[in-house]
Nanobody, 123 residues
Framework: VQLVESGGGSVQAGGSLRLSCAIS????????MGWFRQAPGKSRFGVAA???????SYADSVKGRFTISQDNAKNILYLQMSGLKPEDTAMYYC??????????????????WGQGTQVTVSS
């Protein structure tokens, strides 16, 4: 499975961005898909996930501001981000796990990763 992110950029606090992740290769229809982020000097952690049934889950820090969705026809995963804060500044990674969303949230060993796209939010 190959994952290629796009849509990152620089915005002011309160602004919005939509990240996209193009998915290709393999059979990933049963995968759990998600987004992670990593700020400089900090560990990577999960932001949002969506399973094959369309059930979504979010980190508490982004609930009500971020929305994860998937266009199965186009094989694209999205992360709509609004109400952005400076603390949202990070490299954002698309992720896919064939086992479960629980394994995705744990960054399980079978997780596939994209190369990342930078999001910078200025105050």
């Amino acid at each position: 499975v190959q994952l290629v992110e796009s849509g990152g950029g620089s915005v002011q606090a309160g602004g919005s961005l939509r990240l996209s992740c193009a998915i290709s290769g393999g059979t990933y229809s049963n995968y759990c898909m998600g987004w992670f982020r990593q700020a400089p000097g900090k560990s990577r952690f999960g932001v949002a996930a969506i399973n094959r049934l369309g059930l979504v889950s979010y980190a508490d820090s982004v609930k009500g501001r971020f929305t994860i969705s998937q266009d199965n026809a186009k094989n694209i995963l999205y992360l709509q981000m609004s109400g952005l804060k400076p603390e949202d500044t990070a490299m954002y990674y698309c992720a896919a796990n064939p086992d479960s969303c629980a394994s995705l949230w744990r960054s399980g060993p079978d997780t596939y990763w994209g190369q990342g796209t930078q999001v910078t939010v200025s105050s």
